[in-house]
């Protein structure tokens, strides 16, 4: 088409114009749908035939498929850049299955495995002590089974070689720690409480600072287990 040609469409609408005839264009916008109705398109859509298929079996063949495709649409779900959101999901899922007292079982016990299988896997450094958790019976002396010894190799293996074991248990007895109220606990808050009564200058004149009530609970109880 030249340039001094004009297309029939405009011609058709200058005609319209100069003869006053009311101009109606046709609306071609999309028009804007919230999440709400979104997520029932697609649930309508994936629910149809001719390949009727649940919500929970469309997710389950979006996270299990070895299409090619679909994994480029998850290839960020456990990346730095997605994983927030990933555990948004989780969460959400956490909340809904805890509704029912069915779902808590379920939810309690695939925890439980969770748990054992992620402390199962963190073990303490391999070789020779200090390096290693190993102690030869041919190489031990007698500070070996010292107070303090003992007490620099728990925080050492417990805390760095077993960190999710460490902050679980810990979390428990801080949680435990505003529901009940023991002797025990009594005499932990008492240690806490000498320790920041102690003056700063005492480290320069031999003391050693006791570890906080928290800590030597958690040293009881590494030590029953």
């Given at each position: 088409m030249s340039s001094n040609q004009t297309d029939p469409e405009t011609e058709l609408l200058t005609a319209q114009e100069a003869s006053g005839e009311e101009i109606v264009m046709e609306d071609t916008t999309i028009p804007s749908l919230s999440k709400d109705q979104k997520t029932i398109n697609v649930c309508k859509e994936i629910s149809s035939l001719p390949t009727k298929m649940t919500l929970k079996v469309f997710l389950l063949n979006f996270m299990e498929s070895a299409n090619s495709t679909l994994a480029t649409w998850q290839r960020f779900w456990a990346?730095?850049?997605?994983i927030t959101s990933t555990m948004d999901i989780v969460h959400a899922l956490r909340n809904e299955i805890n509704k029912t007292n069915v779902g808590q079982a379920a939810?309690?016990?695939?925890?439980?495995?969770?748990?054992?299988?992620?402390?199962?896997?963190?073990?303490?450094?391999?070789?020779?002590?200090?390096?290693?958790?190993?102690?030869?019976?041919?190489?031990?002396?007698?500070?070996?089974?010292?107070?303090?010894?003992?007490?620099?190799?728990?925080?050492?293996?417990?805390?760095?070689?077993?960190?999710?074991?460490?902050?679980?248990?810990?979390?428990?007895?801080?949680?435990?720690?505003?529901?009940?109220?023991?002797?025990?606990?009594?005499?932990?808050?008492?240690?806490?409480?000498?320790?920041?009564?102690?003056?700063?200058?005492?480290?320069?004149?031999?003391?050693?600072k006791k570890a906080s009530g928290l800590e030597q609970r958690f040293k009881r109880v590494c030590k029953v287990y």
């Open positions: 990346q730095p850049c997605g939810w309690s016990h695939f925890i439980q495995q969770e748990a054992i299988s992620i402390a199962s896997r963190e073990q303490p450094a391999r070789g020779n002590y200090p390096q290693g958790s190993f102690q030869s019976s041919s190489t031990v002396q007698d500070k070996f089974f010292s107070e303090e010894e003992m007490d620099c190799r728990q925080d050492i293996v417990v805390p760095k070689d077993m960190p999710s074991l460490y902050n679980t248990l810990l979390g428990m007895l801080k949680a435990q720690r505003g529901h009940t109220i023991s002797p025990v606990d009594h005499e932990d808050a008492q240690l806490g409480k000498e320790d920041e009564e102690l003056p700063e200058e005492a480290n320069y004149a031999g003391y050693s």
